[in-house]
């Protein structure tokens, strides 16, 4: 099995955390932990950071958080609130702590034509 720092290189690894980044909706979110779950075996919410950390300008990074529902990015974007102000353009809400409930934003993806339905996914921890 490949390292975290490997995958991180591997374009066609990348290429699937993009695909499925792009059809997140305006205005919702999925984590790093959601989308590794989907894309299954050898994705792990470190490994999609990575990818997300060498993102192309058409894939929507900011809709991509932590298990929290705050954003990850104060060490690697600046300015460092830039994630947040891209939410907040888009009608996400944040609390005093930085964070969105993720009950209100949350994007599930099971019902989406050609996505992973709850039958084919693996066991998921996410509410559906």
């Given at each position: 099995?490949?390292?975290?720092?490997?995958?991180?290189?591997?374009s066609a690894y990348r290429e699937r955390v993009y695909e499925l980044v792009r059809l997140i909706p305006r205005?919702?979110?999925?984590?790093?932990?959601?989308?590794?779950?989907?894309?299954?075996?050898g994705y792990?919410?470190?490994?999609?950071?990575?990818?997300?950390?060498?993102?192309?300008?058409?894939?929507?990074?900011?809709?991509?958080?932590?298990?929290?529902?705050?954003?990850?990015?104060?060490?690697?974007?600046?300015p460092a609130d830039k994630q947040q102000r891209l939410l907040e353009a888009e009608g996400i809400k944040f609390n005093e702590r930085g964070r969105c409930n993720l009950k209100d934003y949350?994007?599930?993806?099971?019902?989406?034509?050609?996505?992973p339905t709850k039958q084919q996914a693996?066991?998921?921890l996410f509410k559906t």
């Open positions: 099995m490949k390292s975290d720092k490997s995958r991180k290189n591997d205005g919702r979110v999925m984590t790093y932990g959601q989308l590794a779950e989907i894309l299954g075996d792990t919410p470190r490994t999609v950071g990575f990818a997300m950390h060498a993102t192309d300008e058409i894939t929507p990074w900011h809709r991509v958080i932590n298990a929290q529902g705050g954003c990850s990015t104060a060490r690697v974007v600046l949350l994007w599930i993806p099971n019902e989406e034509p050609g996505l693996r066991p998921t």
